[in-house]
């Protein structure tokens, strides 16, 4: 199957749609923090029996107000979820009508989004249900009426999926409102006790955000203004909310796939073509799988990897399409272009100068990459540095393994 390029331009407006969600949930837990820090800035006289009631009242005040963000920050990722989840399998389901040629025989199949999936994503725990009673079952069909085929996403679906820590949205979310909360109290304290002024503190607190610029530039570079309450809490929504849009967007694909059997029996696994992937997904990219056989993203927190779908058009007498194209960064600036869609992720570092496959593999490991690659092939090399789970082999365990490559004398 030539895979159209909306396949692979969609993880893109994925990202962006993540940091447009990101940008809201940020937006009010810093605003949070930004009023506290101001009234904590006006304190004086620490020492003073007022003073010290006022600053406990602030302290409560900003508990009082991360617990209400984090069950905000929920509801909101949940209904972005939702809307998600339609978007996608209507994408998934448009992009299949458009390749199939002219006069095939079966319709593409639809899929129906239970109203509450999303909600069962984000706030339901698996390890605390059965969810093999709830309604629905875990099955990718039912039947209605004892004859159509009905394929949808359920909450039960819904409820089997957690961030890859096994956590739930719902959960992370209420574990940075403790943690930051902590976190605040924490650096006041010790900030008074080493002489520090509230004013000083509060700058510490916020680093160089304000109210005037809280919503100024993309989410990251209101990320990398802040201090040491919000920067790494805005980062971890980040990652929450990244992670989350991708196993849903994948969730849904995945069950449009499979909603059209007769279509397609097997997925390829897409890796984004730049140094910052991770080298579990460069390992799976470019592999296909059986439905339900195989990994799905995301395999990790950040995960930007997809899934397009498999059709062999022979099978039904047609031929089958041009070969598409797929982004790629390329060079040692990283700059973006586009290569074949059959390149896989080996082919496209092999292909990079020796300082991008420093960076992916490290100076000594990229050389046995390099060597590999010129006996067996990228993808073999690759997968033959890189174990199934992600990991690495050790320098000792590569020389050891393969004595008589060049890499083996310059190590």
Known sequence: MSTPEAFYRRPIDLNRFSNSVSKKIITAYNEIILDITTQLATLDEVTSPYTAARLRSLLAQLQDSLGTWSINSATVTAQELQGLAQLQ???????????????????????????????????????????????????????????????????????????????????????????????????????????????????????????????????????????????????????????????????????????????????????????????????????????????????????RSTTVPIVDFSEFGFDDPPEGKRAAKWGEDQKGRQVPAGMTYADWLKKQPKSVQAEVLGKWKSQYFRDLSKKEGASSALRKIVRKDGSELTLNQLQDRYPSLPASKDA
């Open 89 to 303: 399998t209507e994408f998934v389901q448009d992009q299949l009508r458009r390749v199939l040629p002219a006069g095939y025989p079966t319709p593409v199949r639809t899929v129906a989004i239970s109203p509450s999936f999303a909600q069962s994503v984000v706030t339901t725990d698996p390890t605390k249900i059965n969810v093999f009673a709830l309604p629905g079952e875990l099955e990718a069909v039912v039947r209605k009426g004892g004859t159509q085929p009905v394929f949808s996403l359920t909450d039960a679906d819904g409820a089997v999926i957690t961030l890859p820590n096994g956590e739930t949205v719902q959960k992370a979310f209420r574990g940075i409102a403790t943690k930051q909360s902590e976190l605040f109290t924490k650096t006041v304290r010790n900030g008074l006790l080493t002489g520090e002024t509230t004013q000083q503190i509060a700058k510490r607190l916020t680093g160089r955000l304000h109210f005037g610029n809280a919503l100024k530039g993309s989410v990251q570079q209101i990320a990398d203004r802040g201090g040491a309450a919000t920067k790494m809490a805005d980062k971890q929504v980040m990652t929450i909310v990244r992670t989350s849009i991708n196993q849903v967007a994948n969730e849904a694909s995945q069950r449009v796939y499979e909603a059209n059997r007769d279509l397609t029996d097997k997925y390829q696994y897409v890796a984004t073509l730049d140094s910052r992937t991770s080298l579990i997904c460069a390992r799976l990219d470019g592999q296909e799988f059986e439905y339900g056989k195989g990994p799905t993203p995301p395999q990790h927190f950040n995960c």
